[in-house]
């Protein structure tokens, strides 16, 4: 449940930045200029931001006062951010020792917010009662005033200070300065991040291990590996990982402990399994237990996607009766029960296991859910997906009606941005993370989006449902996209507007049914719709001429998202459809071309552009996924398909007449 909002900065991960070589005070006239400046953006958006009074200008030489309490993984990060924005020098020096500090050198004070020198420099600044809480002020002024103070309520917290106040940083001329802020924090829902549970190519090493980069800087706090394709995972789930593969797994492990995300090993043995054989139920454990062994304190036995009208063995049926709903649901029970009672809670350090039961999308009482509701250990999260399997809205009153279906806070698998289901076939979802309604806080235990088989492109959704899960009642989906799509972009402006011309065009997000939850480029949608009222109010000369500015904008949006500012995996995740895009976007300014020249009289003209505009759009249809990474293969990418291709063949009619 969320605690009480804080309305003063806090001190969760702390660090007094105490800056030398300043210029003179400033007049008061300039540092009431100072303090009116809007703070910039910071995602999540915290639950308390607000202005504490001047910025702090950050210094070549900074100390960083740590002791033993102080988050490793927390400390790493704020020195690597430091020396990203122009320190030349660190020195990392204890409590005890900071007074005998160069007194020009910027101090940052990190570690626990109730170490008494952090909690000196957060004064009078509020620490949250909360697990992952911190607060943050920075105070402005002369050097042996201007401090930046961070506290955490735990190791979390210290880094998650780290991560708001990295967005702090602002250029100051040609160095940088920390926006003068105070600010009290703490997560909405415990549980925050993505389920690798896609069918199609899982992802490969490298794109895992930047994914549990990317979750530490948007604060999410869990991954689950359950990728349908890992045969170590479903079908061959009784056979350890070789030891390539087991390597590969431990590294993964250490990359998400840096960045205080939970590793949760999920084993899906619901196929093949005979739940009465206590050699099958060995063989499960044996599998968890070569996961702790590695570091790995989070699990999962999901049972989606099986049948549980037959057995796999006869025994089961024996132990258990008949098959059908409620008899599944007592051996699902008694193997669930196992596993936490003998394992689970016997391994020092393991959280709760988690599940996916068989029925995991809909608000229908069965004899299953019954069952489950009854005899579950109440240490148990469940996991449910909603509605449907994609719903297009979860609502407070969805998820308080699965709670009490299930007997405790549900835990939602949201299958968005997910794409290996039919409906999907030749697209990449860009929207934003939407229609998840503010207050599921206080009915969840938390989200986790099962992303894409595009790992870099998946991050716009994911960026979203951090911040989501973060804040849900301060979260706008409208903030969060262009936020999400600048990170991707490292901050560059040119470069984002061109990732938001390409994802308005990747815009759609369909369900399992006929109609989209989200619709396909409504941007575009609603330029055209202007083009159309001008073009029939005789504007016509203006209506082709707005419209072709925008369209210039999407034949050029590949070169300038190729130009090297955003994030190279993203770049090779869309290449098909920055493609196909580049000559849809041609074909458009050659149409609206041909109907200039056709509005002057110039037939010859327009028929040999809308010529070379079906040549192009030929082009563009011609295009193919590669490499195919999901289950669709290699299909002909969409981009703003119903929007895009409509007008052209409405515009190339009116250029014909």
Same mark, same amino acid.
């Not at 409405?650 to 250029?655: D, Q, R």
């Given at each position: 449940?969320?605690?009480?909002?804080?309305?003063?900065?806090?001190?969760?991960?702390?660090?007094?930045?105490?800056?030398?070589?300043?210029?003179?005070?400033?007049?008061?006239?300039?540092?009431?200029?100072?303090?009116?400046?809007?703070?910039?953006?910071?995602?999540?958006?915290?639950?308390?931001?607000?202005?504490?009074?001047?910025?702090?200008?950050?210094?070549?030489?900074?100390?960083?006062?740590?002791?033993?309490?102080?988050?490793?993984?927390?400390?790493?990060?704020?020195?690597?951010?430091?020396?990203?924005?122009?320190?030349?020098?660190?020195?990392?020096?204890?409590? @005890?020792?900071?007074?005998?500090?160069?007194?020009?050198?910027?101090?940052?004070?990190?570690?626990?917010?109730?170490?008494?020198?952090?909690?000196?420099?957060?004064?009078?600044?509020?620490?949250?009662?909360?697990?992952?809480?911190?607060?943050?002020?920075?105070?402005?002024?002369?050097?042996?005033?201007?401090?930046?103070?961070?506290?955490?309520?735990?190791?979390?917290?210290?880094?998650?200070?780290?991560?708001?106040?990295?967005?702090?940083?602002?250029?100051?001329?040609?160095?940088?300065?920390?926006?003068?802020?105070?600010?009290?924090?703490?997560?909405?829902?415990?549980?925050?991040?993505?389920?690798?549970?896609?069918?199609?190519?899982?992802?490969?090493?490298?794109?895992?291990?930047?994914?549990?980069?990317?979750?530490?800087?948007?604060?999410?706090?869990?991954?689950?590996?359950?990728?349908?394709?890992?045969?170590?995972?479903?079908?061959?789930?009784?056979?350890?990982?070789?030891?390539?593969?087991?390597?590969?797994?431990?590294?993964?492990?250490?990359?998400?402990?840096?960045?205080?995300?939970?590793?949760?090993?999920?084993?899906?043995?619901?196929?093949?399994?005979?739940?009465?054989?206590?050699?099958?139920?060995?063989?499960?454990?044996?599998?968890?237990?070569?996961?702790?062994?590695?570091?790995?304190?989070?699990?999962?036995?999901?049972?989606?996607?099986?049948?549980?009208?037959?057995?796999?063995?006869?025994?089961?049926?024996?132990?258990?009766?008949?098959?059908?709903?409620?008899?599944?649901?007592?051996?699902?029970?008694?193997?669930?029960?196992?596993?936490?009672?003998?394992?689970?809670?016997?391994?020092?350090?393991?959280?709760?296991?988690?599940?996916?039961?068989?029925?995991?999308?809909?608000?229908?009482?069965?004899?299953?859910?019954?069952?489950?509701?009854?005899?579950?250990?109440?240490?148990?999260?469940?996991?449910?997906?909603?509605?449907?399997?994609?719903?297009?809205?979860?609502?407070?009153?969805?998820?308080?009606?699965?709670?009490?279906?299930?007997?405790?806070?549900?835990?939602?698998?949201?299958?968005?941005?997910? &794409?290996?289901?039919?409906?999907?076939?030749?697209?990449?979802?860009?929207?934003?993370?939407?229609?998840?309604?503010?207050?599921?806080?206080?009915?969840?235990?938390?989200?986790?989006?099962?992303?894409? &088989?595009?790992?870099?492109?998946?991050?716009?959704?994911?960026?979203?449902?951090?911040?989501?899960?973060?804040?849900?009642?301060?979260?706008?989906?409208?903030?969060?996209?262009?936020?999400?799509?600048?990170?991707?972009?490292?901050?560059?402006?040119?470069?984002?507007?061109?990732?938001?011309?390409?994802?308005?065009?990747?815009?759609?997000?369909?369900?399992?049914?006929?109609?989209?939850?989200?619709?396909?480029?409504?941007?575009?949608?609603?330029?055209?719709?202007?083009?159309?009222?001008?073009?029939?109010?005789?504007?016509?000369?203006?209506?082709?001429? @707005?419209?072709?500015?925008?369209?210039?904008?999407?034949?050029?949006?590949?070169?300038?998202?190729?130009?090297?500012?955003?994030?190279?995996?993203?770049?090779?995740?869309?290449?098909?459809?920055?493609?196909?895009?580049?000559?849809?976007?041609?074909?458009?300014?050659?149409?609206?071309?041909?109907?200039?020249?056709? &509005?002057?009289?110039?037939?010859?003209?327009?028929?040999?552009?809308?010529? @070379?505009?079906?040549?192009?759009?030929?082009?563009?249809?011609?295009?193919?996924?590669?490499?195919?990474?999901?289950?669709?293969?290699?299909?002909?990418?969409?981009?703003?398909?119903?929007?895009?291709?409509?007008?052209?063949?409405?515009?190339?009619?009116?250029?014909?007449?």
């Amino acid at each position: 449940m969320r605690r009480r909002r804080i309305t003063g900065g806090i001190s969760a991960l702390a660090g007094v930045l105490v800056l030398g070589a300043l210029p003179a005070a400033p007049t008061a006239s300039a540092a009431a200029s100072v303090t009116e400046r809007p703070l910039p953006p910071i995602s999540p958006t915290p639950q308390s931001l607000s202005r504490a009074g001047g910025d702090a200008v950050l210094t070549g030489r900074v100390v960083i006062v740590a002791d033993a309490a102080t988050d490793a993984a927390a400390r790493d990060r704020l020195g690597r951010e430091l020396r990203n924005h122009g320190v030349d020098r660190i020195d990392v020096v204890t409590p @005890e020792s900071a007074s005998r500090a160069p007194a020009g050198a910027l101090r940052i004070r990190l570690g626990p917010a109730d170490r008494p020198d952090i909690a000196r420099a957060l004064g009078t600044t509020a620490v949250p009662d909360h697990p992952e809480g911190y607060a943050l002020k920075v105070t402005g002024g002369p050097a042996v005033h201007a401090q930046v103070a961070l506290g955490g309520t735990d190791a979390a917290g210290q880094f998650y200070a780290v991560q708001t106040l990295r967005q702090l940083l602002e250029r100051d001329g040609t160095g940088w300065r920390v926006a003068g802020a105070q600010v009290g924090d703490y997560p909405s829902m415990p549980l925050r991040g993505t389920i690798e549970g896609f069918y199609g190519q899982p992802w490969t090493q490298a794109e895992r291990l930047d994914q549990m980069d990317f979750y530490g800087d948007v604060k999410a706090n869990t991954y689950v590996y359950a990728p349908k394709d890992d045969p170590y995972h479903r079908d061959k789930w009784r056979e350890p990982y070789p030891a390539d593969k087991l390597a590969e797994l431990g590294q993964l492990v250490d990359r998400a402990r840096a960045n205080h995300v939970r590793f949760t090993f999920a084993v899906s043995p619901g196929g093949s399994i005979c739940y009465s054989d206590p050699a099958d139920r060995k063989a499960l454990k044996d599998k968890l237990q070569a996961l702790y062994d590695l570091g790995t304190r989070a699990f999962s036995i999901p049972l989606d996607d099986i049948s549980y009208t037959k057995w796999n063995c006869a025994a089961d049926q024996q132990t258990y009766g008949q098959p059908g709903r409620q008899a599944a649901a007592k051996a699902q029970v008694d193997l669930l029960n196992d596993v936490q009672r003998t394992f689970i809670a016997t391994h020092d350090g393991a959280r709760p296991l988690q599940t996916v039961p068989t029925e995991y999308g809909d608000l229908t009482d069965t004899a299953y859910k019954q069952t489950l509701r009854a005899t579950l250990d109440p240490a148990v999260v469940v996991m449910w997906t909603g509605t449907d399997v994609v719903p297009p809205a979860i609502t407070d009153e969805q998820a308080d009606a699965a709670s009490r279906l299930f007997g405790r806070k549900v835990f939602v698998w949201d299958n968005y941005p997910v &794409n290996d289901y039919g409906n999907t076939s030749g697209r990449l979802l860009l929207a934003p993370y939407d229609r998840r309604e503010a207050g599921l806080s206080g009915h969840l235990s938390g989200i986790v989006a099962n992303p894409m &088989n595009q790992p870099y492109a998946s991050k716009v959704a994911v960026f979203g449902a951090a911040g989501f899960t973060w804040n849900d009642t301060a979260y706008d989906a409208r903030e969060n996209w262009p936020r999400a799509l600048s990170y991707l972009a490292g901050g560059d402006r040119r470069a984002t507007e061109a990732l938001l011309v390409l994802g308005d065009l990747e815009h759609m997000a369909p369900t399992f049914g006929a109609t989209p939850w989200q619709p396909q480029a409504p941007e575009l949608a609603r330029r055209i719709a202007a083009f159309w009222a001008d073009w029939n109010a005789g504007r016509r000369a203006q209506a082709v001429g @707005e419209l072709r500015a925008y369209a210039e904008r999407i034949e050029q949006a590949p070169s300038l998202i190729r130009g090297g500012a955003v994030q190279q995996g993203f770049v090779t995740d869309a290449a098909s459809w920055l493609d196909a895009t580049q000559l849809w976007g041609k074909a458009m300014v050659v149409t609206l071309d041909a109907l200039s020249a056709r &509005n002057a009289g110039d037939t010859d003209t327009a028929q040999a552009l809308l010529a @070379e505009s079906g040549d192009l759009q030929a082009r563009a249809r011609a295009v193919r996924v590669q490499p195919a990474r999901n289950t669709w293969a290699s299909v002909q990418p969409k981009v703003g398909d119903g929007v895009l291709d409509t007008f052209l063949s409405a515009a190339a009619g009116l250029a014909r007449q």
